[in-house]
């Protein structure tokens, strides 16, 4: 196509991205049109942190050793708005490592939490997090619920719908094998 580009014609801008949204979405249990496309998943990041409104006092929970791309962006607004980033350290109980730190997840969410954000799995050891546990407890103080599924989306099941996160953050290069 790109070799002959007199063919190409206006719609071949959008439907491909368009298809590209559709089968991320029956990927995820989720409709095309909630399906957004960023160069990476560090700018859909920012893009949500900036929407989400943070206030001085407030905090954002993400688990420890979370990847950078949650963090980076959340420590830039939290230090700008004058709210904190709470940490939940890992769990020593070993042989529910899943169960126990999302029990400290959602323990962490407060009155005062504006967002919580985090991967599916955690990428350094792939604990899988309770989504709909943290996902109720954010929605019960109002919080943003965030999750990156980019190390899991496409490898294991992820169903939107269920987990009901206000944002969905993937990058197709991982699991996905864009």
Known sequence: RKSQPWEIVGEDFYAPGEELRALAGRLVNAPADAVCMTPAVSYG?????NAVPLRRGQNVVVPAEEFPSVVYIWRERCRAAGAEVRTVPRP???ARPGTRWSERMAEAIDRDTAAVAFTAFHWTDGTRFDLEAIGARARE???AFIVDGTQSVGAA???FAAARPDALLCAGYKWLLG
């Not at 990041?45 to 942190?49: G, H, K, P, T």
Request: aromatic share 8%; glycine share 8%.
């Open 141 to 143: 103080v109002g919080a």
């Open 45 to 49: 990041a920012a893009i949500v942190a």
């Open 157 to 159: 099941p992820f169903d």
């Open 92 to 94: 020593l109980d070993t």
